[in-house]
């Protein structure tokens, strides 16, 4: 059974930065890449960013980019969330999400993702 562990998070005044780091173990097939979700309290989850094992591309959502940056170890099964610049509106549960669909049209749908951590606190005060 796959298991995601994510670490990393924790409280920072706004134009702060975080790293997010997110392991994945146990997996008999190692997935297409790696991403990050977040939720913030009242608000639906929503796609943060991603990072594919092949060629290392990397996705973003229109809000975090320019700020985070996401990479991604496939060998070890890592990824790592860098955060900058960071804004109150960034203050959510991350999730770490292995991707278990080859990458298509679509690189935001949460059905993609067949294993998930159990979530890591941000929070960014004003």
């Known amino acids: 059974q796959v298991q995601l562990a994510e670490s990393g998070g924790g409280l920072v005044q706004a134009g702060g930065s975080l790293t997010l780091s997110c392991t994945a173990s146990g997996p008999a097939f190692s997935g297409y890449g790696l991403a990050w979700f977040r939720r913030s309290a009242g608000k639906e989850r929503e796609f943060v960013a991603a990072?594919?094992?092949?060629?290392?591309?990397?996705y973003y959502a229109a809000s975090v980019k320019g700020r985070f940056t996401i990479s991604g170890l496939p060998v070890k099964l890592m990824a790592w969330l860098q955060m900058d610049n960071l804004k109150p509106e960034d203050t959510a549960v991350y999730y770490c999400?292995?991707?278990?669909?080859?990458?298509?049209?679509?690189?935001?749908?949460?059905?993609?993702?067949?294993?998930w951590g159990q979530g890591i606190q941000v929070t960014v005060s004003v």
């Open positions: 999400a292995l991707r278990n669909r080859a990458w298509g049209d679509s690189v935001q749908n949460p059905l993609d993702f067949g294993s």
């Open positions: 990072v594919a094992w092949a060629g290392g591309s990397a």
